[in-house]
């Protein structure tokens, strides 16, 4: 059974910085694309971030492009987000996801592209 489990998410201030992670179990981040989303409250799910097979490239949303980072760790079997001088419209719950399919180059942005999905961590910004 495949899980994916997010961390990190907490309250912190504009401007300040969070790193959320993902952890995987029943299967690896090495051989799938992955992605962030988030979705605030009375809102749809957004795409935020996502990388193709091995996170050589990466592809953002407007939103968050040159604040948000995304990253593998293969050792670890960890996915990460690193996101840099936060605003108070990030606020949202964020997900990691694991592509449904095997794309070397491709980098996938639409839910429906991603199979597995974690359960959620709250980023909440204050102004």
């Known amino acids: 059974q495949v899980q994916l489990v997010e961390s990190g998410g907490g309250l912190v201030q504009a401007g300040e910085s969070l790193r959320l992670s993902c952890a995987i179990s029943g299967r690896t981040f090495s051989d799938r694309a992955i992605g962030w989303f988030r979705q605030a409250p009375g809102k749809e799910r957004e795409f935020v971030a996502a990388c193709n097979r091995g996170c050589g490239s990466t592809y953002y949303s407007d939103s968050v492009k040159d604040r948000f980072t995304i990253s593998i760790d293969n050792a670890k079997g960890t996915a990460s987000l690193q996101m840099n001088s936060l605003k108070p419209e990030d606020t949202a719950v964020y997900y990691c996801?694991?592509?449904?399919?095997?794309?070397?180059?491709?980098?996938?942005?639409?839910?429906?592209?991603?199979?597995?999905w974690g359960r959620g961590t709250q980023v909440t910004v204050s102004s």
């Open positions: 996801a694991r592509a449904r399919s095997q794309y070397d180059y491709y980098i996938p942005r639409r839910p429906d592209e991603f199979e597995y």
